[in-house]
C-alpha cells in the first residue's frame, strides 16, 4: 500500500530529508524551508550557530514555514512535516526507532572543529537511512559535512548541493562536489522544488525494491 500525501509526495517511514549549511546558511534555510510543502518526510538540520541562537532561529522560521521548525531535543521521535535543528554546541544525530528515527543529541568533541558538525548529521544518516535519505549541502565555510555527504551516497542516499552562484560562501559544497557526492548541483531558488524531486525519488526506488511499513498522513503532523 502507498501513502500519497496533499501534495503529492509520498512518505515511508524510512525516509529522511538532512541538510547542513553554515556561512549563508541561515537565509538559505530560511529560503529553502519557507519553499517546502508540509507533508514530507523528516527534516534534520546542522546549521553551525553557536549557542543560544538555535531556538529563537527556529522559533522564527515555525512561524514562516509549511513545515513545523524546532530545536532538536534528545530521544524525541521524528516526524514528518517536521523539521528538527541541532542546538548550538550540540551534535545532531540520528536513531532508529521502531517508528522511524529519533533525535539524538551528543556533547562529544567538536568535528571538524565544529559542534554542531554537519559530519556528525550526515554520517549518522548515511548508516540508518542509505537509500531513504536525501542529503542536502548548502552554504559555507569550510569542508565539514563533504566526506560524510560521499558515505551518504555510497549508502544509497540522493544529494543536492547549492551552486557557487547562489552560495555566500562555496566552501562546503565546492568540496563535495569535488569529491564527487552530489548527484545534482541547485541554485538556491530552485532547491527546495529539487528536494521534493529527490524525495519522490527514493521512494521509488524503496518500494521498487521492497515492501511494506508506510508512513501514514496522520492529523497534525504537518499545518494545515
Known sequence: MTSVLASGVPVDRRMLIVIGASTGGTEALRDVLTALPADLPPVAITQHMPPGFTRSFAERLDKQCALHVKEAVD???????????APGDT????RASTFGYMAQLLDTEPVN???PSVEVLFLSASRLAGPGCVGVMLTGMGKDGAQAMLALRQAGSYNLAQDEATSVVFG????????????????????AARIVAAVRHQYTALTSKHSGDMFFSMPGTGRG
Open 113 to 115: 572543529r565544529h559542534r
Open 91 to 94: 551534535h545532531l544525530s540520528i
Open 172 to 191: 562546503m559544497p565546492r568540496e563535495a562536489i569535488a569529491l564527487g557526492a552530489a548527484h545534482e548541483v541547485v541554485p538556491l531558488p530552485q532547491m
Open 75 to 85: 530521544g524525541e521521535r521524528m516526524l514528518p512535516g517536521h523539521a528538527y535543528i
